[in-house]
């Protein structure tokens, strides 16, 4: 090292020496600290949340997208967005972590590498603060669906006729993200790549008014009004037997009922995820402990890599769609047996049915 790049460094704030320091877009600070536990905790979970969570995302959107779901059900809409959102944390905010968990790798930190990366990382990596609203509208729509269309207790069923429609779900998925993108704008003239080749805000007060306002604007009031409201309403209301509706099934159809368990499953793993992240940060601030904020970001990525499992394991429909489009694949149906037996099962089923509507309603005969 040239002996003007050691009085350059030694003269650098303290902050720049160190990517959790300077980087404001990373959750994790205190890196010199916790060097080794950071490195091996982020090379174990990242790498299994990105690659296997966003193939289960992809392949959930993909499935869903070509069964057409959202003809069957609204919420399908937000759920194909949610799948979006989570294939962005996955990608740009877990990437972020496994990056910069060790110095080896500042250097490919994208946001460092060029000016236009610097300028359009703070929009990928705020994608997560989509998720808390989507969940909000799927919730609502569950509960609209469910208590004001079929049961009409309340005096606006016109507003819910209106909003559990399709044409209603794609213009609030496109609220949803416009505002998103409206509120990262000034990110682009804040953040610049300073003398020392690290990006930056160039203003701390402008900084701190945009973080703000995009905070509780896409997070305070998702996870702190709406979201806790709607899930306790959800759960707590009384079907007509006097029991929580959250456990039978009366005259609703199957895809509601399933709908629902999605909704409520979904909401309830992001409202408690946050909670526990925003605890963990608030412990980092009183007693500078690393671990408890990091393994909370790192199961929350675990949590966001398994929610297509638990779609597909709870909507009947996606998993049907899911298993007819490997039937048309031949080296599955070579590796799954199981799914030509289901096809002839199917074949079977639809032919007694035929017979059975010939047998039924036998053809007119003239006698002459």
Known sequence: ?????????????????????????????????????????????????????????????????????????????????????????????????????????????????????????PFLVSIFLASGWLCVALLFNVYLREHLIRRRRCGCPMFAAKYCTLFASKIIVGIIFSVLLVLDVPYMKIYEINHSGVCFPSSHVAFVVSELIKWIVMWALPFFLFLPIILLITLCTKRGDNTFGFSQIEERSAADEQMRVVAVTLSSMLLFSQLALMLCRLVLAVVSQLMAPLVAELVYYLSIASQPILCFVILKELSEVFRSLLRNIRCCRRLFPSLDQEEEAIQLREEAIQLRAIQEDPPNTTVS
């Open 1 to 121: 090292m040239a002996a003007g790049d050691y009085e350059s460094e030694k003269s650098m704030p303290k902050s720049y020496t160190m990517i959790y320091d300077y980087d404001p877009l990373d959750p994790v600070e205190n890196y010199s600290e916790y060097e080794h536990f950071i490195f091996y905790a982020a090379n174990i979970v990242c790498p299994i949340a990105i690659f296997g969570g966003v193939f289960s995302n992809i392949l959930a959107f993909v499935v869903l997208v070509r069964g057409r779901l959202w003809l069957k059900h609204e919420g399908y809409v937000y759920l194909a967005a949610n799948f979006c959102a989570n294939i962005g944390i996955l990608s740009f905010r877990t990437s972020s972590i496994w990056i910069t968990s060790s110095k080896e790798w500042i250097h490919y930190y994208p946001p460092n590498t060029s000016t236009f990366m610097c300028k359009m990382w």
